[in-house]
């Protein structure tokens, strides 16, 4: 079986895909954004330089997740970051196991793909579902908008029916997990 390397063009659809779920994922450890997003940097540089290949596109996932993780409990107990952040060593070693990663891993790849998905749905559904998704009630959407409230309900009830078909596996994978 051959080993599979990414092209350049790869590399920089990689990196806009997960650079911020990445970030994101760190901030879990590091309750720092500005050190997630060096940590993300390092582990995609890592990733070009060394030139790594892999058994197959699927398996870059989880070595980006892992990578990230790794980076991130070396940054916990570096002495500048454990000097300005103290962790107990029960809370490192919550932060070091399998099932916390494993959680954070899950909720931050349905996050990602619910986000695509909403990305994916028409201009004025998209519209409706973000200013919903972000506490608006559909009169306030109504007005926020100068659409009636009826013409929300409609594209509401399109976009839940669009992703619906969209985000069957997420739904799924949280349920199996949680």
């Not at 790594?52 to 990578?67: I, T």
């Amino acid at each position: 079986m051959g080993s599979y390397q990414i092209s350049i063009k790869e590399y920089k659809v990689l990196f806009d895909t997960y650079y911020s779920p990445l970030c994101n994922f760190a901030n879990k450890y590091l309750s720092d954004y500005d050190a997630c997003k060096d940590v993300v940097q390092e582990v995609f540089i890592k990733l070009w330089n060394t030139e790594l290949s892999f058994k197959n596109e699927n398996s870059l996932k989880p070595y980006l997740y892992k990578s990230v993780k790794n980076k991130a409990l070396d940054v916990l107990k570096s002495k500048a970051y454990s000097s300005k952040r103290p962790l107990s060593d029960t809370e490192l070693k919550v932060l070091e196991s399998d099932s916390y990663f494993t959680r954070e891993v899950i909720l931050e790849e349905s996050s990602r793909r619910i986000q695509v998905a909403v990305n994916s749905l028409p201009f004025k559904c998209k519209q409706i579902i973000d200013l919903s998704i972000n506490g608006y009630k559909n009169d306030e959407i109504s007005k926020e908008l100068s659409i009636s409230i009826n013409t929300v309900k409609a594209q509401k009830r399109i976009a839940y029916g669009k992703l619906r078909v969209l985000l069957k596996g997420v739904s799924l994978l949280l349920i199996l997990f949680f």
